[in-house]
């Protein structure tokens, strides 16, 4: 249930937090607000109503009693108040006012000058009706009658509501969409750097992240990039090293085939010639996948199907006894962004194991899910053995199939495919299938 409403993303989860954030405040700093207006309110209206309360009582006071009734008669006070003279304090439908709006209605009425003989307020009764609001004022005269007065106080204005509403609308969107925008501007360079990180997976030199913008974000910008260089100096440092022993080796080769030549027994001679052979090969692949591997071929965009449609073309060529037995399923076009020479080997490579040892090449081009293209390289040869599968991948590895066989390579095919397809951000993986035969599973990001 949390986990539902509560989003994913750095930037909404910060908003989200923000906007309640924004909302309470807003929300407790209007209330505030609101009650203090009408606090104000409710001194005004008080003070407005004892005066004119007050006002009744000090005229009925200062009237002789005979006249009283035909003065408050003639009282046009209007609907809000009126006055009359009773015998003694009101009862029946009105309740005495409870304690706190008593002793508000005196002190307000402390603050009208009344004149010395009647400075306290010690015989006011107050009573309220709740319903209608009216309040009741009944003074005990000083001759002992008692002057009721009703008044009914102001209405409250009920405008605030809408007002309210209107401004905490107004102020909360204006601090979301402020808010809404930084966030946006703030999570910008984690976008950046994943996206960064990304392209670094597929490419060793992919371009580097701008150092720009606050602080911290060009710190991080610098250290990736920092690290994306010891990558790139690392694989190359690697690479270098490979390819300076093949080359070095090359020179004791040429010399030990030249000696031996001298060699009085034919048989052995024929042996050491073609293990020197063999040593010689290996070396020019090394040196070949070094030379490759160096060179940094740009990325682009190209057609998978197209690509590997050729693939299986030319392994029909060059085996035209297998040609009927390769075949392609799957979408006649797909583009993805990959180094075209470099692709294609590592794809020949798996076609070529797949004719050399399974007789046949059936590739299966899956349609693309989760960023990711799958193909399948399938053959009906006799497998790989279980134990075998994972050491297959290393360099100079060969089955015995492969010695025997003048088609086989030195053992380099798999680790340059898989290196080739790694270094595209994908990998590739052998399995047996269950009627027998290898399947190869190429990934690639797409
Ligand atoms: N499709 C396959 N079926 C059977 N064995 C295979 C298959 N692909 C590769 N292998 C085994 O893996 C070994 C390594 O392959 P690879 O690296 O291409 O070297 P190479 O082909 O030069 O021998 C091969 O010698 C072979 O024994
Ligand atoms: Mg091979």
Redesign the pocket.
């Known amino acids: 249930m949390r986990r539902k409403f509560w989003p994913r993303s750095l930037a909404a989860r910060t908003a989200l937090a923000l906007l309640i954030g924004i909302a309470v405040v807003q929300t407790a700093g209007l209330a505030i607000h609101a009650l203090d207006r009408m606090d104000v309110q409710r001194a005004g209206q008080a003070k407005d109503l004892t005066e004119r309360v007050v006002g009744v009582y000090r005229t009925v006071v200062l009237t002789p009693v005979a006249q009283r009734d035909a003065l408050l008669a003639g009282f046009g006070h209007g609907q809000d108040l009126s006055a009359e003279m009773s015998r003694g304090p009101p009862v029946g439908d009105l309740t005495e006012m409870p304690a706190p709006l008593q002793r508000i209605y005196h002190i307000h009425a402390n603050d009208v000058p009344l004149g010395s003989s009647h400075s306290h307020w010690r015989n006011l009764l107050l009573y309220g009706s709740p319903e209608d609001h009216r309040v009741l004022f009944a003074f005990h005269l000083p001759d002992g009658h008692w002057l009721h007065v009703s008044a009914l106080p102001g209405p409250d204005r009920s405008d605030h509501g809408l007002f309210f509403m209107v401004t905490f609308l107004a102020m909360t969107t204006v601090a979301g969409g402020v808010s809404l925008w930084t966030i946006r501007r703030l999570v910008a360079p984690v976008r950046a750097l994943a996206a960064a990180a990304e392209a670094l997976g597929r490419d060793v030199n992919a371009a580097p992240l701008p150092e720009g913008g606050p602080t911290e974000v060009a710190k991080a910008a610098a250290a990736f990039n920092q690290m994306a260089a010891r990558i790139r100096r690392f694989v190359a440092d690697r690479t270098e090293l490979l390819t300076a022993i093949g080359h070095d080796l090359r020179t004791p080769i040429t010399r030990l085939k030249l000696r031996a030549e001298f060699m009085e027994d034919d048989e052995q001679r024929t042996k050491m010639l073609a293990d020197l052979e063999e040593l010689e090969t290996m070396v020019s692949a090394t040196l070949a996948f070094g030379r490759d591997a160096r060179s940094t071929e740009p990325v682009v965009q190209l057609d998978l199907a197209e690509l590997l449609r050729t693939v299986l073309d030319e392994a029909g060529d060059n085996r035209p006894e297998v040609a009927d037995r390769l075949g392609y399923e799957g979408p006649q076009h797909l583009t993805l962004r990959a180094r075209a020479l470099n692709l294609k080997r590592a794809l020949t ?1 798996l076609v070529t ?2 004719v ?3 007789g046949s090449a059936q590739i299966q081009l899956h349609e693309p899910a989760g960023g990711m293209v799958r193909i399948e390289v399938t ?1 009906t ?4 053995p279980p134990g075998e599968l994972d050491r ?1 991948f290393e360099p100079f ?3 015995d ?2 010695r025997n066989k003048e088609t ?8 340059i495919a898989r290196n080739i397809l790694r270094a595209h951000g994908g990998d590739v993986v ?1 399995s047996n299938q269950p009627g027998g035969g ?1 399947k190869a599973t190429v990934t690639l990001p797409i």
Do not use: K, M, T
């Not at 040869?381 to 790989?384: H, K, L, Q, S």
């Open positions: 490579n194991n797949a050399n040892y399974g053959d040869g006799p497998g790989i297959v590895h060969r089955g199939q492969s086989g390579g030195v053992g380099l095919g798999l680790p052998l290898v």
